[in-house]
């Protein structure tokens, strides 16, 4: 089987880490002039996240389809992924669940993303059912966990993986907070064994802030496929910018093939 996805013009699970870069516009015009800046600088993107939960108008799903068109329109070269980030897990806001689900539905059946964020903390069967409906649509599924408060221990975070590869996601997701070196490299210690147990199944992990830069940066090396980068606003603790990013992942990429 492939160890990696392929999306676009990009295959997510080889290589070195794909380089994602939110989107964090409060209106159409703050969305328009990201796009435009992601267009200019082209080079050090590989994808983009358009995180649906610090638009203003999130609540209003045809607003919210009107502002998804004007970012396919002008980036339709780019694997978009479809992010409504909730409070509990370091969003902007909070919404009903029932509304949670018809927007990521919406977003899956429009024909303009490429994958939709899926968190892990909904129940199995409305995980599963999302997940469907994202399949049936020719989409794919990132299953994701955030915790900013703490890093859980290493087996626990290899537990939050392995569920969401069993619920069908198809690249797992999980971003922690560090409150000492070790709690980073337990971080990478889940990277490693997630990716040797299942190596068909690419993933993302991160270890946020400052102290889990080293994680952003070193993927390849430990098996996390997408690196989220900052051009403008960063959407969580710890981003680097995209042009230190690409920059840093080419010279590792580089170590590794002497």
């Known amino acids: 089987m492939a160890n990696f996805i392929a999306v676009k013009n990009i295959r997510i699970g080889v290589g070195t880490p794909k380089i994602c870069v939110p989107m964090t516009g409060n209106t159409v015009e703050d969305l328009l002039a990201e796009a435009e800046l992601i267009q200019l600088n082209k080079n050090f993107v590989d994808m983009v996240e ?51 689900f018809d927007l990521n539905e919406a977003a899956a059946k429009s024909g303009m993303v490429d994958l939709v964020d899926i968190e892990l ?14 399949h049936e649509n020719g989409r794919l599924g990132i299953l994701s ?10 087996d626990k ?33 889940a990277t490693v064994e997630m990716q040797e147990k299942h190596p068909d ?21 430990f098996g996390s496929s997408v690196t989220f980068g900052a051009l403008k606003k960063a959407s969580a603790p710890g981003q680097v910018q995209v ?8 010279i590792l990429h580089h170590s590794l093939q002497k």
């Open 50 to 100: 358009w995180r649906v939960d610090f638009f203003n108008d999130s609540e209003d799903l045809s607003k919210v389809m009107t502002a998804l068109s004007t970012i396919h329109q002008r980036l339709k070269e780019l694997p978009l992924v479809f992010t409504f980030r909730s409070l509990e897990e370091g969003g902007e806001k909070e919404i009903h669940p029932s509304y949670y």
């Open 121 to 134: 903390r909904h129940r199995d069967e409305d995980i599963s059912q999302i997940l469907s409906i994202i």
């Open 145 to 154: 966990s955030h915790n900013f408060a703490k890093t859980p221990s290493k």
């Open 157 to 189: 975070m290899v537990e939050i993986l392995e569920r969401g590869k069993k619920l069908g996601g198809d690249i797992p997701k999980i971003a922690v907070m560090p409150t000492s070196a070790r709690d980073v490299l337990a971080l990478l210690e």
């Open 201 to 221: 199944t690419p993933i993302i992990t991160m270890s946020m802030a400052g102290q889990g830069a080293i994680s952003r940066l070193s993927g390849e090396v």
């Open 243 to 250: 042009s230190d990013l690409r920059r840093t992942l080419e």
